[in-house]
């Protein structure tokens, strides 16, 4: 479902990706894990066709991604860094919104309950917190029932419960074929969730983790892995 092909990213003199690739299939979730810099959201953004590759290309459901950018968000859903809403309208009108934008139809009353955020539908965005924001931008992307979800830190801002509710959310959909392409630097949630793990490191993916293989080893050997990849070193 999406195909990162040799992908090098410039800005200026600076080389953020460089020869990166990378595979995700459908009904997988791929979770890419890197230091603050390492190149993840600007992945994301390539793969959701929001930025021109230096070279390389980029495949969403076997379409090139930026040359069909426009057709692709048929396909997607994303949250990728601050998520953006019309302060002054509700929840229910900014999905509204959305799906008038999207030319579909959705029930926007489910899509807030199943993010946790019902009976504060006609509640104004610029009262909402954080954590709120955060639900809301997840229903924004699930709205439409896309085939592909992109996600860049979708945790960020959730306590505990509501970031295990969202985890929940994601699996669900990942198993009703739903393809996840989700950045996180919560260790111990991808784990749990995701069935690939990529770590971007030097502007390429340096190592990919089946997840069903290291769940059935010791307790922390995942982590000390991904954490001396991350550091450096090299397994």
């Not at 076997?62 to 426009?70: C, F, R, T, V």
């Not at 009108?93 to 539908?121: C, F, P, R, S, W």
């Not at 709120?132 to 505990?160: K, T, V, Y």
Request: net charge negative; with cysteine; hydrophobic share 40%.
């Amino acid at each position: 479902m999406i195909e990162v092909k040799r992908i090098t990213k410039q800005y200026g003199n600076t080389t953020v990706l460089e020869e990166c690739s990378l595979t995700v299939e459908k009904g997988e979730i791929y979770a890419l894990v890197g230091v603050n810099g390492a190149g993840k959201t600007t992945l994301q953004k390539l793969a959701a066709g929001f930025l021109e590759p230096t070279s390389g290309r980029v495949y969403v459901h076997g379409m090139p991604a930026w040359e069909n950018k426009e057709e692709i968000q048929r396909y997607l859903g994303s949250l990728i860094e601050v998520p953006v809403f019309y302060e002054h309208l509700t929840a229910e009108e900014n999905l509204n919104l959305h799906l008038e934008y999207m030319g579909v139809q959705a029930d926007v009353g489910k899509i807030l309950g199943t993010v946790g955020l019902e009976g504060i539908g006609s509640k104004p965005v610029s009262a909402f917190s954080l954590g709120m924001r955060q639900r809301l931008a997840i229903a924004r992307a699930l709205l439409h029932r896309p085939e592909i979800l992109i996600l860049d830190e979708p945790f960020n801002g959730l306590d505990p419960v509501a970031a295990d509710e969202m985890k929940r959310v994601l699996m669900k959909s990942a198993g009703d074929g739903m393809t996840i392409l989700i950045s996180s630097h919560i260790l111990g949630d991808i784990a749990q969730m995701a069935d690939t793990v990529g770590i971007i490191a030097g502007g390429k993916i340096q190592k990919e983790f089946s997840m069903k293989e290291y769940r059935e080893k010791e307790a922390g050997e995942f982590e000390r892995e991904v954490l001396q990849i991350m550091k450096g070193g090299t397994i």
